[in-house]
Structure formats: C-alpha cells, structure tokens
RNA sequence: GGAGAUGUCGCGUAGCUGGUCGAGCGCGCACGAUUGGAAAUCGUGUAUACCCCAAAAGGGUAUCGAGAGUUCGAAUCUCUCCAUCUCCGCCA
C-alpha cells in the first residue's frame, strides 16, 4: 500500500512500476484515484465547514440556555438558533456518506496498486523470468534411486495417509516414530538456530479475529486460505506471520524497540484452494503444516541490510543439515503487490532432479506499516513507518521431503547431520523398520 | 460459562445530575530561567490522523476501549461488542 500524498505527487513513477510488473489493466486506476482524492478533500474540507459551524451554533445554544433561566424570552431565540443547526444537518449527512464512499473506494484501490519494487528487481512477467542467483552445496544424483518421499517415510513406518484421510480428509497426515521425532527435531533445530542469530522466539496466538486477518491479506486471499471456526469469530492462521504482525496493528513502538527481530513457531492452517489443489501427492501441499518463521520491523534504511542476513540464515541453515540449495530471486510481475523486493530459497531434489521452494524471503518496505498503522516514534518526537520482513525459517513436513531425499543412503537408511543428532537423541542414522 | 466492578491525553487520577471539556491536577518528559555545576525551585510546553494554506505561521475537523444510537450539542445518557479486575463454576 503507497502513500496517498506520494501517489498524488508522483502518479508517472507509480504508473512506470505497474508496467515493470506487467499490471497495465491496473493502470486506469492511478488517474482514477487522483479523481477521487481530489473529490475526496473537497468534501471533506466542505465538511469539516459545515461541522464547524454546527459546533459554533450548539455553544451559542448553550449559552442561550443558560441566559434563559434568568430571561425567559432566550428560550424562543435558542430555539431558532437550534432550527438553523438542524436545516443544515442533511447537507452534512449527506456529505459524510460521500465521504465514507470515497474512502471506500481510495482505499478499494490503493490495495490493488502495487508497492514500488526495489531497482535491483529483474524485470519479467511471470514466475518463469525468476533469477536464480547462486547456488549453495553441490546438487547431486547419487547412484541408486530416490524414492518418493512418502515412501521413505513408509519404510520407517513413519506416515499414515490412509488413516489421516479417513479421519480428517485429503490433505492431513499422520507422521508417526523417528519421522515424526525428526520433524519436531528440525522446528526445535531451527528454534534454536535463530535464538543463536540473536532473534526472540515467540509462540503467537493460533487464531485471530477477523479484523485481524482483513488486515493482513485481501478478501480473495482470506478465501482461499482461511479456516473459520464455526459460530465464533475467529480464523485459524495460515501461518504465524499473521497473529505476528497483528500484533503490531495500530501501535506507536519506540525507536530504541527497533530493530525487532522475533522467530515464531505455529501450526499453519490452509484451505489451498484454487491453488494447485493437493494433486500433489505426499505432504508438499497439505491442509495443515507447522512453520519456524521469521520477523523484523525495523527502521527503512537498514531493511535491505536484514533482507540480505535473513535470506542466508535460511541458507545457513539448510547447508547445516546438508541440503543443497539455491536462490531464486522473484522477478517483477511474479512479486506480490506488498513486497518491494522478495526471493525463494529453493532446495534440491535428487529424486526430481531439480530445485523446490521451502523458504521465502520478501522485504515490504513500509507499505504493510502504512496499511495496518504500524509506526515508529523516531528521536525527534516524529512518528514514521518502519519496513517489515519476513522469511521462512523452516516448513516441515514439506522441508523433510528435502531432508531425507538428501540425506538418504544407498542402504535405505537416513544419515543425521552433526546439527540436528542433539533433537534425535544423539542419533547419527535412523534405519528402516523392515 | 455465571455474578459484580472497571476502561479518560506516556503513567496515576478528576470529570460521568449532557454545553464554559480535547479535557483539570499530580508524576514523568522537553526546553528556558536560576546555579560555578547539580539538586531543589520557578516558567513554558508536552497526543494521533486528516483537511485548508506554495511553505512556515496559523486555522479547521475527528478521536475520552471500539462501534452504533438519542440530541442543536455526548467523556458524560442508551444499545452492541472488546478488554481488564474480583468472586463462582469448569477444565490441560
């Protein structure tokens, strides 16, 4: 979300980076928008008038009201003075529902007009102009085949898919033994890993009200993703990120509070629809995950500095357990509209020999502050927008789908790398049950 | 979940028989005076958003947990919601 202010001042720079994202349909808006904010200030200046005067006309009914109890003959003359008050008022109401339509629609818009992107943004249409930037570890093929992931998982007895379907539908999972050990072994890894990068670990609330999730995705986005409880007000998050940074609606921080570095674990919650649906076997596209992400809210010069460090956490981390990846920065138009500059840290697959998405870095500059009232008080008494970022620290199960394609053996069984052997109780290896 | 109480400008409070209350007082904070320096004292100031104004100065509007209503006019009255505290119940 832009600032009205800057938008109106610079409609050619906010039209030149709609095309850069190839949303020219969007581009009848910017002038659309400079309309309705011009109406927009006639009529609240109109408005504040007419309040104005109101306001002046009721002290004067005030004043005649106390007059009158000495002098009788007042109380006609404030009465005259109220029938003015009242002539005027459905010229304000009328105004003040103008004025609520036109914010509406101002509003209605500048959520659609996309955040100015970072110059260093490749530009390209869609997900396939993607830049891969560098990669990290070797991505190798080992001799013998890897299995589906879930079949791995199989030969540890560890997944049961049939009785997660049975019991809660497509899209849910049983993990069970040293696979789910080695699940919750990765979040308690990752936990401690950002506690080690000095970043506070924090358990957020795992439904928020619906306020809350309006302030944070879009009605279409709200749809596609959010679980409603039944005769509550309430929504299951489709990832800590948004309890996290509800947390800061409509706050002040101090300065001296920034930067804010916090890591968050929860369970995620996700309808998926209209995505790919969960054709995808296995546990890459479920209903329900479970996350360690990042956050920073910090001042706007040093966010670029916190995108860089927090995008090689996550590679730091992937390496630690000895999984090969890569960096694909998003181009332009695959950017979301929020984000100023964002990338995916993708990890290998030996079995499909290519790279999948596990961890995605965005930096928001401060149009996700500006849209939700989150402000900074600065040293000289000023408040201003801080910029937010976030990133994935790790998502299993879909990370374990990384980890044992790369850390499997010829033999069948599953190599634990130095990092992780403290959270499976000092085990170098896991072998199959059969 | 049941009963009661409460929610005011950073903090603590006054106001809550509707007008002179955007709001008094104390503390805190900032600046100034005083001082060799400090403490103390005295003085001044001390929110947010938006609009008008080229800008500054200045002016205006809105905000007393949130929203709606009554009224010429609401911190003050009514309703709904939210939160906090106390007691009871129920549970990890």
Redesign the pocket.
Known sequence: MLDM?WIRENPDAVKENIRKKFQDEKLPLVDQLLILDEEN?RS??EA??L??Q??T???Q??ML??QAKKDPSKLEEAEAV?AK??AN?DQLAELEKREGELEEEIHHILMVIPNIIDPSVPIGPDDSANVEKERFGEPLVPEFEIPYHTEIMERFHGIDMDAAGRVAGNGFYYLVGDIARLHEGVLAYARDFMIGKGFTYCIPPFMIRRNVVEGVMSQTEMDAMMYKIEGEDLYLIGTSEHSMIGRFIDQ?LPEDSLPQTLTSYSPCFRKEKGAHGLEERGVYRIHQFEKQEMIVVCKPEESMGWYEKMWRFSVELFRSLDIPVRQLECCSGDLADLKVKSCDIEAWSPRQKKYFEVCSCANMGDAQARRLKI?VKGAD?K?YLPHTLNNTVVAPPRMLIAFLENNLEADGSVRIPAALRPYMGGAGVITPKR
């Open positions: 202010k200030r609240i200046t504040s008038e309040r104005a109101r306001n006309l009721s002290k009914v005030g009201m106390g109220k008050v009242k008022a002040i402000r008494g408040n």
